[in-house]
Each structure stands twice: as C-alpha cells, then as structure tokens.
C-alpha cells in the first residue's frame, strides 16, 4: 500500500510542472502582442507627422511652420486659449451673481443709497440677462422703501414710486413674487398717509392714505384686508380726516361763530360748530372745538343780563268798580257726620280763586281773578299772616292773598304772564316770565328785587339744587342756564341738545343730578341726566327713553321717579348715585285703558303708590319690575289742576267732559272713594226771572236749577 501512494504522489508534481510550462508560454505570446501594438501606433504617429511635415526633406528644404516645435507651441497656445475662455466666462457669471448680491444685500439692510446704486449699476452692465428682471424689481423696491419705510416718510413720493413699480415690472418675470411686499407697501402708506396728515393737517397726505387702502384691497385679492388691520386704519383716517378738516374748516367755522356772536345768535353759533362735527365726528371730543364751545357759553352768559328792579309791592286796590256777584256752589257730601277743623285748602274755578274748608267742603272765600290763570294757588306759609300765591289775568300781577279772608296782601306787575308755577325759597319767589326773564320777588311785601332778561324763551319752574343755592333752567332750545342766588346772577350755561320746543316739562332736581325731559321724536321723550360741577356747568351722564311726550311735570319721591307721557302713561325709575351704576334704572310702566291727551298730575305715597290725576283719579303701585294699575275710580272728569294733599285725603279740581263747569272734589286715596264735592266754578246756560219778580232763576250747564232773591 506505501508503494502506491508514493507513486500517485509523483505523478501530481509532474502535473504541475506541466501546468508552469503552459503559463509562460502564454505571456510570452501576450508580450510579443502588446509589443506589436506599439509598433503599430508608432507607425500610425509616424505617418500623422509625415502628413504635418511634408514627410522627411533634404537640409535645406525643410518648412519652418511644419516644424514640430512650432506645431507645438500652436497647439498650446490653442489650448489655452480655450481654457482662458472657459475661466472667463465662469469668472464673468460668478461676477453677475456678486453684483446682485451685494446691491440685494444692501437693500435688506434698509441702505437704500448704496442699494439703489448698486442695481442702477449693474443693470447697466447686464442690461438683458437672466438676473436683470431681478435686478430692476430690487431697484423699484430701493425707490420706494427709502420714502416709506423711514422716520419721516415722504409718503406722496412713496405712493408714485409703489405705482411706477407697478407698472413697471408687472410684466417682469418674478414680480408675481412680489405679493407680500406690495401689500406691506401699501398697508404702510395707507397707515404713513394717515399720520402724516393728522399731524401735519394735509390733505394731500390724507388723499395718499385713501388711495393707498384701496390699492391694499387690490393687492390683498378674494382674502381681503383683515378685518381688525382695516379698522384700525379706518380709525385711523377718521382721525386724520378730523385733522385735516380742523385746518381747512376750523377757520372758516372759527370766522362764523364770531360773525354770529357779534350780533348775540348763541344758539347759531351752536349750530355752526355742531355743523362741523356733523361732517368730521371726530372732531367732538378735539380740544380745540371743545374750547370753541365753551367760549360760545361763556358769551352767552353775558348776553343774561340781570337788571335791579327795586319796586315795593303794591297795596289792596279799590274795589268801587267791582260789581257785587255770586257763585252758584253745589255741595254733595257722601257722609252726614262731617265737622269742620279750621283748615282750608285752595283751589281756582273758572275764573275765581276759591278757599274752602278742607273737611267739610263747604265755601269760605272767593277773589276774582280772571280766567286762564298760569298756575293754582300756592299756600305760602313762611309769612306772617300765612297766604296764597296767585295770578291775576284781570290786572296782570301777581298777588299774595290772606289765607284768612282772600284779601290782597300785595301785588306786583312782572311785564309779561307766567310761564309756570314760582318756586318759593325762604322768604323769596322765583318766577318765569314770557318775556324770557326770571324774577325775584320778595314774598312778605312783594318787593320786585331784580330780574334776569334771557336771550331766549326759557321753561319755567327752575330746578332747585341740593343746597339751595343755585336755580337751573332749560331755554327753549339747546342751552341750559346755571342760576346762582347770591348773588342773584347767571353762573354758568351748559349746552344741552334740545330742539325749539321739545321741553314742555319743568326741570327737577334729584340729588346730585339734574333731570331734563324732551320730546325728541313724535312717539318718544328722552331723560337726560345732567351733573353739575362746582363752577355750575351741567355734563351729560346718561340718556333714557320713555314712550309717549313728556308734557306734564314729573314727580320724584325719594330714590322713585315717575315720569308721565302720554297718553295717560307712567314711567317708573329708581335713582341711584352709587358709583358704576346708571343713575335711572327703569322699572316699568302701564297706562290707562283708554288714555285720553289731557294734563296729567302725579302724587306719589309709601310703599311704592303712585295716583294719577288725568282722566279720573287712578291708582299705580310699583313693584320690583313693573308698575300695577289698580281698579279702583274716583273723582270723574278731567283733571285741571295738580293734586293736593293733606293727612289721608287728596283734593282734586277737575271738570266733565261735557260741561265747563269746575268740580273740587274731597276723596279718600287708599279706599279711593270720595268724601264730599262742591260746584267752585259754574257756567250759566239759561237764566230768566221768576213768576213774581222777586228773585232770579239760573240754570247750569252741569243741570242743576239756582234760585236767588233779588234782594
């Protein structure tokens, strides 16, 4: 076995040997190949250069431009010369991109200068290139960010670059880019144009602020302004148009009011100023235009003229003239167990003031004193002996009656009639006139002390403040004046919009406020509350509303205020002077069922009662939202005169419907029953004289038959 392996041994090394001889052999052959191939191209070389040359030449008869040293240097020069090419025009591209750069890099620094210069510079250069389109956008966005986008804009020149920008380079490719530049251009010229003009008083910038919002509508396409943005640049020209118009219309304005102010037209010289606010709102709260205003009031306190009259109060005057005469007074009771207590109440008849004894209702005194007075009888109490304050339309003068007997205490001539009741302070009557003067009338012996003379009609009975110093009244239309008492004189005037007419309700006092009602449309009536400073001006606080006119006094008993309007209607407010709280908050209203236009008189009692005087003595009660309309009837007819009080009993003066004849009538206010009613003022439809002569019988036209003896 040993044998064999050696052998099969020997014969793998001679297989191998085999292999090495064939592994030369082939190199040998791949060699002399590549070998070959050289001498080849070698060849191939040698037959180019011949064909360059000419091919070998004798000494003598060689060509110098055929020389290889020289086709050498050609081909390198050629070489390199398209090489220089090559970095040329990459340097010359990689120069462009670095102008742009550097010009766009100053724009982005806001250096609008170096910017603008650059961009000229290299349009210049590259006039038609991929990058000038760029380039002239970047030079139209220089032009107008260095007028715009400065601390003092030149917003005229920034509006006419923004729209050579447009028009430029609308076409250029790029500029639909431009989107959100263009709409910051434009929201900032429209906010630019705006300032400028408000603190400079241009129109002209105002006019680039108003175009330039519409461009940023335009620029802006279907998403529009943001509602919030185009406010507040909307406010913002507003108050720029009110700068603008205190300039252009301030002084013509200014010339007007001066022209009507010389000739003593206040309310004209409102009107004018009011004019202006009408056209530009926000000039109402611009200082100047307020001090316009307040030097229009201060003249026209001037224009309340205060003239001393120092006139005593005439006596009693004769009554040899006085022809002897009768009332024909009826007397109803609902009880026979009445007993008078010496008091009297007062009241006027047809054409008679009339006192008759408050519990039995019987007559105790009767003074002509013509029909159509003014205002009822006023007790006066704070003289010695006590009186009634009347009106006379025989004479015309203001008499003071003895309550005692109806006697004329004293009696002075004021001018011109009443515009309403007179207001007593201390031993003082404080009366209006149609003349448009306040009086002021001493009330003990009718001493005339002085008079203040208006420059227009005004309501009359003033308000009286807290303190009891100052009187406050409304004019006819617009001002409200501030009267102080001590000096008797015109303290201030307040402007409060009213229109000619619209106040037919005194003024009234209520703490620290001032109420002012006027029928501003045909179907409401405004409460305006007013507050007084220490120098007298009145301020508007607050407006309420109230359905119906406001053409009788309003009554305010405590915190409650009750407002009357028609027809037969009743408002209810409380009154609060707690900081942050509306002074009158509303608590409800009713009206009669079939309200008829007539006057209307209030009288307030406890726990939220109210009567109402007007068609019939009716009753409210207010509770926490509304107001309740009672059941309950008396005192039928239509009321003429306020209602008096006294203990549990009310008096009512009214007539019926279809007689002219006047009715005082004694009723209970909380069972709302009357007590007793006398005839103070009867008209006579028939009289003739009885069978025998001896007396006279009349008929009055409420039906009762009067027989009187001649005698």
Not at 511 to 520: K, M, V
Request: aromatic share 6%.
């Amino acid at each position: 076995m040993e044998p064999k392996v050696a052998s099969e041994e020997y014969d793998d090394e001679d297989v191998v040997e085999v292999v090495k001889v064939d592994d030369d052999r082939e190199q040998s052959r791949e060699a002399l190949a590549e070998k070959a191939r050289r001498q080849l191209n070698r060849g191939r070389l040698a037959r180019l250069t011949e064909k360059l040359t000419g091919g070998p030449e004798r000494p003598g008869q060689q060509k110098i431009a055929r020389s290889p040293v020289v086709l050498l240097l050609a081909g390198g020069t050629a070489g390199a010369t398209i090489l220089a090419a090559i970095f040329w025009f990459i340097n010359a591209q990689n120069q462009e991109d670095r102008l742009l750069k550097v010009a766009t890099d100053a724009l982005d620094q806001q250096k609008y200068l170096d910017a603008e210069g650059q961009f000229e510079k290299f349009i210049s250069i590259y006039p038609k290139t991929a990058s000038t389109a760029a380039a002239k956008i970047g030079l139209h966005r220089t032009r107008v960010e260095k007028f715009i986008l400065t601390e003092t804009p030149d917003v005229v020149k920034g509006l006419a670059e923004l729209k050579h920008f447009v028009q430029e380079c609308r076409e250029l490719e790029g500029y639909d880019a431009q989107k959100d530049n263009l709409k910051r251009y434009a929201d900032r010229l429209t906010f630019a144009g705006a300032r400028v003009a408000e603190i400079a008083q241009s129109q002209e910038a105002l006019d680039v602020s108003l175009e330039s919002i519409e461009l940023l509508r335009k620029f802006s396409g279907d998403e529009g302004i943001p509602s919030n943005r185009e406010q507040d640049l909307q406010n913002r020209q507003r108050i720029a148009s009110a700068s603008v118009a205190k300039k252009v219309d301030f002084t013509a304005m200014l010339a007007a009011v001066r022209q009507q102010l010389e000739v003593g037209n206040t309310v004209g010289a409102i009107e004018t100023r009011n004019d202006l606010i009408s056209k530009y709102p926000m000039l109402k709260d611009d200082k100047d235009v307020s001090r316009v205003l307040q030097d229009i009031l201060d003249n026209e306190k001037k224009y309340v003229v205060r003239t001393d009259v120092g006139k005593d109060g005439d006596g009693p005057a004769s009554d040899a003239a006085a022809l002897p005469s009768l009332a024909l007074a009826l007397r109803t009771q609902a009880t026979t167990d009445l007993a008078s207590q010496g008091r009297s109440v007062f009241s006027m008849g047809m054409d008679s003031c009339i006192a008759l004894d408050a519990d039995t209702g019987t007559p105790l005194w009767r003074r002509p004193m013509g029909a159509n007075s003014p205002f009822a009888p006023i007790p006066v109490k704070a003289i010695e002996p006590a009186g009634v304050l009347v009106y006379s339309t025989l004479s015309e003068e203001l008499q003071m009656l003895s309550q005692k007997d109806g006697q004329v205490v004293w009696r002075q001539s004021l001018g011109s009639r009443p515009t309403g009741a007179p207001v007593l302070i201390a031993d003082n009557v404080f009366i209006t006139t149609q003349a448009g003067e306040l009086w002021q009338v001493t009330a003990i012996n009718g001493r005339a002390v002085a008079k203040l003379k208006f420059s227009q009609p005004v309501v009359g009975p003033p308000a009286v403040s807290s303190d009891s110093q100052k009187l406050v009244i409304p004019g006819d239309q617009t001002l409200v004046y501030t009267i102080g008492l001590n000096p008797f004189s015109c303290v201030a005037v307040s402007y409060v919009p009213h229109a000619t007419g619209s106040v037919k309700a005194p003024m009234i006092g209520a703490g620290r406020y001032y109420l002012l009602c006027d029928n501003f449309t045909a179907d409401k009536a405004r409460i305006q509350t007013l507050q007084m400073d220490d120098a007298g001006q009145l301020t508007l606080v607050s407006e309420d509303t109230v359905d119906g006119q406001v053409n009788d006094p309003c009554l305010l008993r405590g915190f409650e205020l009750f407002v009357p309007s028609t027809p037969q209607r009743v408002t209810a407010f409380r009154v609060t002077d707690e900081a942050g709280q509306p002074p009158l908050a509303k608590v409800g209203a009713n009206q009669l069922e079939e309200g008829l236009q007539t006057k209307t008189f209030l009288l307030a009692g406890p726990g939220g009662q109210l009567w109402m005087g007007g068609r019939d003595l009716r009753k409210f009660q207010t509770r926490t939202n509304t107001v309740l309309l009672d059941s309950g009837v008396t005192a039928e007819g239509v009321h003429v005169q306020p209602i008096q009080f006294a203990d549990d009993a009310v008096f009512l003066t009214s007539r019926q419907a279809t007689s002219s004849s006047t009715f005082f009538t004694r009723a209970d206010r909380e069972q709302m029953k009357g007590t007793w009613r006398t005839v103070i003022g009867s008209r006579i439809v028939a009289l003739a004289p009885s069978a025998g002569g001896q007396s006279v019988l009349a008929v009055a036209d409420y039906g009762e038959t009067y027989r009187t003896p001649m005698d």
